[in-house]
């Protein structure tokens, strides 16, 4: 993985805000019968991975094909290196596009693929032989030029689809569901293996995924999207940590979700009273416990629960808790302490992994 | 308008041109020239000819004949087509080959056959004094040997991409053998079916050759009714009103397909058919493969092996006098040795086939894209030459492009042109569906990649359609090497095509003239089954389309 396809220009210095390379301003896509995209504004810098990310009909397919040209954009603009593409036809564009499924083309074996974008920029027959093996290495595949797609494997085809996409060097590079097909194992070693090629190669990389856990390997910034429209973009962490709203705290698999009243420091929920962080203000909020917040306590008079079920996540258990009072509860637990399905539990709650969210509104 | 529409219409442009001019001008020509007299309509005719009982009489046969044909290809098919698609025995690519023979064979060479076989003189004839030439059983079993393979591949087609799983779940609910038949997979089959058993009835409805030369004086279709009143009678009023009669029909019928084609195209759990077929097990099976064994050995391979053994047969034993003969005009019947018309039919038929392709071809290219728009129907109009009299056709070029500047009168190409009317209907059938099947994400891919929508065409549809291409091709060229119904009205007489020759060969008395009939036949069959042959090693595994 040592030869560098593509040398990093090194016009940026560091630690500088890159100007956008890709920059989305109002963009609204219609499809008869529906609004794919309502007005949505993005901005990706150059050498920036940026993970779109939500459920499928969010919109977020429907973005890379506004960028590629392969859907009408109905307003808004968008601009790569600060020009307007409308107008402007995909194969003009000079971006690179994976598709989730791949679509390898079936009737060119490997080389013939790879090749393809260079062909198809009139890239001289010698340059054209030197590249597709250089990016054949690169992902891993050296020597595959003359085998059939249809005898590759799945993560195979993944990497073959890959060189074809980066072979014509293209401005933004954007993936769609880059390894939505592939058993796990792949997955968790290929997403390790892309962040590294991309940093890399400094490209610059916009990818659509339902997989929380592949946006958050992948990206240095997320954007989680719901209905058409931005819910949050921040990075990996902040996402994690700091879930704008009841949709993404949901989305990202947080299930202790619930209404509160908070008075000095106390709220008061289904739950019992919870404490919640020193600097809440008082009033109506939505409060987020995390499983690792739920701690399982013998103390007399904490609040009881039954434990319904568990589920082993390698490092610890997740119990699946029905309290005496309010809703069900997930918590964390470490897996030496985990107690049995059908056992009584007591619970307290820890402040530190309570978030305040903003009061559900309505999209 | 959008610009892809735009595209899409410029590429219809040519097809549309070619089908008004050399379809629709002289068909509107013939019927105007019949229904008109000192310059104005005459509707009323039209409700003389229908009341005629004699034309009842023809209608009357013209439907049952086709009902009865198809019922009858049906029930002996369909075995057939279980056989072909559920098991696997030794030869059974070189059997599914030589069952779609018939299919591409003229009708004439198909009269010959049969003429051979149930005919004065016939086989049947000769061991047991049988003679079923002028009876209805004789155009029957005809229109069975032709349209069998319609059924076997039609039908045989999707069966064998039917998941056998469908059926052992339904047996595992407690469903008998039969009953999981009839409840699981029949359902899935009766678009298939219905669509099938539609086009035998299309086909048999306005069938020429066979009925002209099997028929006698007593039996006539449509079809051949309009010949007779149009070269015989000369009475144009009449054949006009019965070619729009015709016309009203076949057009109903393609509208009707077109719907059952459409819901086919739909969600059926498909299986790659090599993963359906397996050995015959237990006696059922066995016999039911001797069974279709049979009916092909003896209403398919026979009369053809028989066509072969007339044209060696001579009053001194076997030989290959009738071959010699060929290449002499002695007999008289032709103003030129037969052999040649060997020569000419390739040359007409290479360039039907040219024509048909860029015809076809283009319009298949524009209808790529199933059409919600202005283009939906579009396919099924061109389908429609299928259908329509080939007599009134060819009666028409005659009339309607004899005038400059479009005085093709005597131009060897009105021929190639009229053939090709109907050979690029199957070259739109060939290529649509394979189009249809590419993915549109992989032109997408292509364009990001850089590829200009046109050069996205060439390097993405053109390569995957390049098989389908080159059957449609194939069929074109055997579809073109065959037609009658046209030809025979404007083939100069100096230059007939092989169906040509052989039908006035036929249709001469003596025993040279009969055995050089037989061995035009021979040399014709063999032109057209070998084409077929050489395309079935092309043909793309999962079609299942005849048309």
């Given amino acids: ?363 | 308008m959008t610009r892809s529409l735009a595209v899409r219409l410029a590429l219809l442009a040519p097809p549309l041109a070619f089908f008004a001019l050399f379809f629709a001008y002289p068909v509107a020509a013939i019927v105007g020239r019949g229904l008109r007299a000192d310059g104005a309509w005459r509707f009323g005719a039209a409700g003389e000819v229908l009341t005629d009982p004699d034309l009842a009489g023809v209608l009357w046969f013209t439907c049952w004949q086709a009902a009865a044909s198809t019922a009858l290809t049906l029930a002996l098919a369909l075995p057939g087509a279980y056989v072909f698609a559920r098991l696997d025995f030794p030869g059974k690519r070189l059997l599914h080959a030589v069952v779609a023979v018939p299919f591409v064979l003229p009708t004439v060479v198909v009269g010959a056959a049969f003429l051979a076989l149930l005919g004065r003189g016939g086989l049947l004839d000769e061991l047991w004094g049988v003679r079923l030439d002028n009876t209805v059983w004789a155009i029957l079993l005809a229109h069975v040997f032709f349209n069998y393979a319609v059924v076997v591949r039609t039908v045989g087609g999707l069966w064998a991409q039917l998941d056998p799983r469908q059926e052992e779940a339904a047996r595992v609910l407690g469903a008998g053998r039969f009953a999981a038949w009839r409840r699981v997979t029949l359902p899935a089959l009766a678009p298939a079916l219905a669509a099938a058993g539609l086009l035998v009835f299309l086909f048999t409805f306005t069938s020429f050759g066979v009925v002209q030369i099997l028929g006698g004086p007593r039996y006539a279709t449509l079809e051949v009714e309009i010949y007779r009143q149009t070269a015989q009678l000369l009475d144009l009023p009449t054949a006009a009103v019965l070619t729009l009669l015709q016309f009203a029909a076949v057009a109903a019928l393609l509208v009707v397909h077109g719907r059952l084609v459409r819901r086919r195209e739909g969600t059926l759990a498909l299986r790659d058919p090599a993963t359906t077929a397996h050995r015959p097990t237990g006696r059922a099976q066995w016999a039911l493969l001797g069974g279709v064994l049979t009916v092909i050995g003896a209403l398919l391979v026979l009369p053809l092996a028989v066509l072969v053994e007339r044209s060696l047969s001579t009053p001194d034993g076997y030989g290959l006098t009738h071959y010699r003969a060929l290449t002499g005009t002695e007999s008289g019947t032709l103003a030129v040795a037969p052999w040649e018309a060997v020569g000419t039919s390739l040359r007409y038929a290479a360039v039907a086939t040219v024509i048909a392709l860029l015809v076809g071809g283009l319009a298949a290219v524009a209808l790529t894209r199933r059409g919600r728009g202005p283009l939906r129907g579009v396919d099924a109009l061109l389908m429609l030459p299928l259908g329509t009299s080939a007599v009134t056709v060819g009666f028409g070029f005659l009339i309607a492009l004899d005038e400059p500047p479009l005085d093709l009168r005597s131009s060897w190409l009105l021929v190639p042109l009229a053939q090709a009317l109907v050979g690029a209907p199957f070259v739109v059938r060939a290529l649509l569906p394979v189009l249809r099947a590419v993915d549109d994400r992989l032109r997408q891919a292509a364009a990001v990649l850089g590829a200009s929508p046109w050069r996205a065409w060439r390097e993405v549809d053109l390569p995957l359609a390049r098989r389908a291409l080159l059957v449609a091709a194939g069929f074109a060229f055997a579809v073109s090497l065959g037609e009658f119904g046209a030809t025979v009205f404007i083939a100069r007489a100096d230059s007939p095509t092989l169906p040509v020759a052989v039908a006035r060969l036929l249709g001469r008395p003596g025993e040279l003239n009969y055995g050089q009939a037989m061995a035009l036949s021979t040399v014709l069959m063999l032109v057209c089954a070998v084409t077929l042959l050489a395309l079935e090693r092309l043909r793309p595994a999962r079609s299942t389309e005849m048309l």
């Fill in chain 1, 1 to 363: 993985m040592d030869r560098v396809v593509e040398a990093v220009p090194d016009g940026r210095s560091a630690g500088a805000p890159a100007a956008a390379l890709l920059s989305l301003d109002g963009v609204t896509v219609r499809y008869p019968g529906h609004t794919a995209l309502h007005g949505v504004a993005l901005d990706v810098a150059e050498h920036e991975t940026v993970c779109v990310l939500g459920p499928s009909g969010s919109g977020k397919s429907t973005l890379l094909r506004a960028v590629a040209g392969l859907t009408d954009v109905a307003s808004g603009t968008v601009r790569i290196a600060g020009g307007d593409q409308a107008g402007v036809p995909t194969h003009r564009r000079g971006v690179g596009l994976m598709f989730q499924d791949h679509q390898l083309f079936p009737q060119r074996d490997v080389g013939g693929n790879v090749a393809f974008g260079l062909r198809m920029r009139r890239v001289p027959r010698p340059e054209v032989q030197r590249r597709v093996a250089e990016l054949l290495d690169l992902v891993g595949l050296p020597g595959a030029q003359r085998r059939r797609v249809d005898s590759l494997s799945g993560g195979e085809q993944q990497r073959v689809a890959l060189a074809r996409a980066l072979a014509p060097r293209p401005a933004v590079l954007m993936l769609d569901e880059p390894l939505g097909q592939l058993d796990r194992h792949l997955r968790e070693r290929l997403v390790v293996e892309l962040r590294e090629l991309f940093r890399e190669l400094g490209t610059t990389v916009l990818a659509v995924t339902h997989d929380q856990g592949e946006a958050f390997a992948l990206a240095d910034r997320v954007v989680v999207m719901r209905e058409g429209r931005i819910a949050q973009v921040g990075s990996p962490v902040e996402v994690w940590r700091r879930p704008a709203d009841d949709f993404v705290a949901g989305f990202l698999g947080f299930r202790n979700l619930t209404d509160a009243t908070v008075a000095r420091g106390v709220a008061d929920t289904p739950w019992g009273e919870l404490p919640v962080p020193a600097a809440t203000r008082d009033g109506r909020h939505r409060l987020l416990v995390r499983p690792s917040g739920v701690r399982l306590t013998a103390a007399e008079g904490a609040p009881r629960a039954t434990v319904r079920a568990r589920t082993f996540r390698g490092d610890h258990v997740l119990l699946h808790l029905a309290p005496e009072r309010g809703p069900a509860l997930e918590a964390a637990c470490a897996l030496g302490e985990a107690p049995a399905e059908g056992d009584t539990v007591g619970l307290a709650f820890d402040p530190s992994e309570v978030v305040v969210l903003p009061i559900a509104s309505d999209w």
